[in-house]
């Protein structure tokens, strides 16, 4: 028995990985480590949810090993708007621990001058009133922890590169609720989940500032400043990350393009503490992250003039509504999801991720996300205003979410359109999408050009979701050009149950092989969902299996019982439902077959009172 010294509460989804690679500590430069300690580096990223903004601080992150020791990793307190990394992973630390396993990761929130925000049926941003734990207290500081064993268990050794995925569900984790004056209202309940070398299609990036680069061996060292959106005055550093360049690496230093070996040279060149933002992969056998985007310099977002990050929603000419999140020229934040009235000019340079071209202002179009630099100014009605004619637009990756849909005639794909960068489809206006009234892009049967990509695992009706670029204002159809598509089979599923009243006979049946759960009466409530999308749960009953290495835990009141073993988690689980204690919660992840109703887990979590 782990004696549980936390509260549960549940916030939203978030996944932050932790890799030994050939880094520096938080308190060193590039030279070695004494004998008896290893380095770790922590990423953060928020899985799918319907959070508009989730920003809290983030205080702690330690690493516990089986004695109990306690190990800290976070330097300072950092604020992270967990909304805005749905399909993003951070480096956040790069820390110095002891070797060791580790059998416990704990983060510590404080939500004290939290800014959560969520969208109401009419599609408007509303700031949540109140946030609450599940007995009605006010949430202000909490811990959230992940038991680490078998296949995730930590181990920290001299030459042994581990990576550690750790994941929140924010659908499964929260509960939002609206009252009869519309105010928004959350009840917080964290699930935490661990992986073991995992590896993500999500972008994955290191912010901060230029601490060394080696020519000659082909990487450089970026002081991690994550989140921050100051970096010119940044002052708290949170270690060094070593980044590979290669050949096809793409650099933009101070708005110039580069290539490869040309980019890292001129990278040489520049003043340590310049101001660094890359994108990249973390890579396997051996690992390391290897860079495939650098900006430098003027080319930092918020280095240089005001900035507007968002989505276009529409476009009239050369005025386009960009709905998200805007920086004055010093970083400090202004609004959050706010739309933003952006005027272009012919001499708007325009950019695209992934791309050393220079595009014209015909490539923006609505759905696009983008971050433009300009002027901001703010009119007598409050309206906000970016002109962008000095400025530059770069066209970012963008993330659809939908279904896919019947084919039209000379698609390569067509899907209904659920969300772009997880705003809802119908807050776009699609007019002058096309090359006439006709061809305008339907968000129905919105057509994705898939170039080379494989639609074979696709069939009609399957959720997806497609990163790629919006077709030039004008230029459709296609109204997409899709560079990586999304198989949801391949992505866990989530699940929550909640017993309104407690229940003291919770499970249609247990076993040593299986939980039975009836999801069926009143006083019971779930939430099965994958990526974002809730699945339909038709039948009553979802019967959970073991996986071939997972985790299974039992909180009961104050004490915490951590299994490897599915029998012993199920025995134990059956001795306390005695008819007196009662089951309250259960979250559990894992592959779920909408056919057999069977999920077949790899973390479970029953709390009971």
Known sequence: MIPRTL??????????FLALVFLTSCS???????????????????????????????????????????????????????????DVTELITSASVPLGAYTKATMTLDYSNADIRVENSSGESVQVSTIKDEDGNNVTEIEVSVYLENSTKLVIAPGLVSHLSLDFDLKSS?????????????????????????????????????????????????????????????????????????????????????????????????????????????????????????????????????????????????TLAVNGVVFSEDGDKIRLNDTVVVTLSETTVVKKQRSSEEFTIDAIAPGQNIWITGELSTTESGTLSLDAAEGTARLLLTTLRGHVAADSEGSDLNIELGSIDLRKAE??????????????????????????????????????????????????????????????????????????????????????????????????????????????????????????????VINMRHDTYVYSDFAEFSAKLETFLDGYNRMKRLFATGAYDADTRIMTTTYLTAELR
């Not at 407690?502 to 759960?517: G, K, N, R």
């Open 427 to 552: 807050m776009f206006d699609f007019t002058g999408t096309g090359s006439d009234e006709t061809t305008d892009a339907d968000p129905s049967s919105y057509e994705i050009e898939t170039g080379v990509l494989s639609t074979a695992a696709f069939d009609l009706g399957d959720p997806i979701k497609i990163y790629g670029f919006v077709n030039g204002f004008g230029q459709a159809p296609y109204d997409f050009q899709a560079t990586t598509l999304v198989n949801y089979v391949s992505l866990p599923s989530f699940l929550t149950v909640k017993w309104d009243v407690s229940s003291t006979e919770p499970f249609d049946s247990i076993s040593e092989d299986s939980l039975v759960v009836d999801v069926g009466p009143k006083n019971v409530r779930h939430l099965l969902c994958k990526a974002n999308v809730s699945e339909n749960v038709e039948e009553k009953l979802i019967t959970l299996i073991p996986a071939e290495s997972g985790v299974y």
């Open 174 to 318: 929260n509960t939002v609720s609206f009252d009869d004056e519309g105010l928004a209202h959350v009840v917080v309940e964290p699930s935490l989940v661990a992986e073991i070398d995992k590896e993500s299609p999500k972008i994955q990036q290191v912010r901060g500032t230029l601490a060394d680069v080696e020519e000659d061996m082909g990487y450089f060292y970026v002081n991690l400043c994550p989140f921050s959106h100051n970096l010119k005055n940044n002052k708290h550093k949170f270690g060094q990350v070593m980044v590979l360049s290669g050949t096809g690496t793409l650099y933009e230093i101070n708005g110039e393009a580069y290539t490869g070996d040309a980019g890292l040279s001129e990278l040489a060149d520049m003043e340590s503490d310049t101001a660094v933002l890359v994108k990249g992969e973390m890579k396997f056998n051996p690992r390391r992250f290897e860079a495939t985007e650098v900006y430098v310099g003027t080319s930092v977002p918020t280095v240089e003039g005001d900035v507007v990050m968002g989505s276009v929603l529409s476009r009239d000419g050369n």
């Open 7 to 16: 509260k549960k509460f549940s916030i939203p989804l978030i996944l932050f």
């Open 28 to 86: 060193g430069s590039s030279g070695t480590n004494s004998s008896d300690k290893g380095e770790v580096t922590i990423s953060l990223t928020d899985a799918e949810g319907d959070f508009i903004t989730y920003a809290v601080d983030v205080k702690s992150i330690t690493l516990t090993r089986p004695n109990g020791t306690v190990v800290e990793t976070l330097p300072v307190t950092t604020t992270v708007d967990f909304a805005q990394y749905v």
